[in-house]
């Protein structure tokens, strides 16, 4: 059974940085393109990063240059670094893995930018 756990959000203030990280049981991240997505109170779903089993990445325009999403396979985890938060990354950010005919999702953590 695959599960994926996020973890590393919390309370920042602006211009401060938070690493978050999304840990797979029961499949192996490295063969799989990952996404993290986040959703703010009232708002949809969005995609803010994307990384490719070859390691190609992709950057909503939000978080160009400040986030940066990584994979490490040896521990079978995906990270999101953010740097330069702003109050509008306030949001539950969810951890995102697509075998191309299924998606699997984790609980979420929330990211909270405020002074």
């Known amino acids: 059974q695959v599960h994926l756990v996020e973890s590393g959000g919390g309370l920042v203030q602006p211009g401060g940085s938070l690493r978050l990280s999304c840990a797979a049981s029961g499949i192996i991240l490295r063969i799989y393109n990952m996404g993290w997505y986040r959703q703010a109170s009232g708002k949809q779903r969005e995609l803010v990063a994307t990384?490719?089993?070859?390691?190609?990445?992709n950057y909503a325009d939000s978080v160009a240059g400040r986030f940066t999403i990584s994979r490490d396979n040896g521990k079978n985890t995906v990270h999101l670094q953010m740097n330069s938060l702003k109050p509008e990354d306030t949001a539950v950010y969810y951890c995102?893995?697509?075998?191309?005919?299924?998606?699997?999702w984790g609980q979420g953590t929330q990211v909270t930018v405020s002074s």
């Open positions: 995102n893995l697509s075998t191309g005919t299924r998606d699997f």
């Open positions: 990384i490719t089993s070859a390691g190609s990445t």
